[in-house]
């Protein structure tokens, strides 16, 4: 990885960890900037991680630009040495793939698609060589996904898929953007696969909708009393196939509050996953089901 730092402005710095997402970039700008909030540096205003980036706000009064760069620098050698461990959560979360609202959006706005005559779930089958959106669909949810970054939207993750290079799920967003993604969409741009906390435009490509909330400013939602947003970068994600049925079951159980999601406590280790990729994924997959 070559790090490069560049000044936004008078009140900004930004890192950029390496110009490809990885797990090793993540890790890099994770342990950066918690050792920049342990520091209590003076002049910080605020910190804004990314996925393999991160931005730092500062004022020009209180430090010096020249003199908080050589400071992050200095950090920046000591997360070299860094744990690689993250202490963090396994999330089951349903997906309704092929459901009726996102089939609906996707036949309204083909001709900002690349395949006008394709849904998203049959040309995201063909660009990564799977002979039936079958295939696709459990190529999908067979392995979890790790949260690099929760924001953009108020709540949405962006979350890496935990295989090799070789396997990961590549595919570009629509030509022009949607003007309409329905709430809680599954969907995916580049390498990045994402959860729509809000309805509103997008891009990603549409595969299904879960029907369990991820951003409630009304906290009302009860696993959502204590924060407005679910996610938090470092979180591991399982994808579970539901139909109609199990939806409308938990739209239903989230209605009456009675809904709480699958989670469970995990550490995860990036040199034991590079090691071992397939036995870390079915060792989360234990502790996520209890086994």
Known sequence: MHTRYSYGGDEHIFVEMDEEMSLEAFFKSMSITNAVRAARIEGITEICPANGSFQIKFDPDRIAPDALMSRLQSLEQAAEKADKRLDTRIIEVPVFYRDPWTTETLMRFRERHQDPQSTDLEYAARMNGYDTVEQFIHAHHAAPWFVSMVGFVAGLPFLYQLVERSRQIQVPKYLRPRTDTPKHTIGHGGCFGCVYSVRGAGGYQMFGITPMPIYDPTQKVSYLHEFMVFFRPGDIVKWKPIDREEYDAITADVAANRYEPRIR????????????????????????HGV
């Open 265 to 288: 406590k995990v550490t995860f280790d990036l040199d034991g996953f590079n090691a071992d990729i397939d036995g870390t994924n079915q060792r989360l997959m234990e502790t996520l």
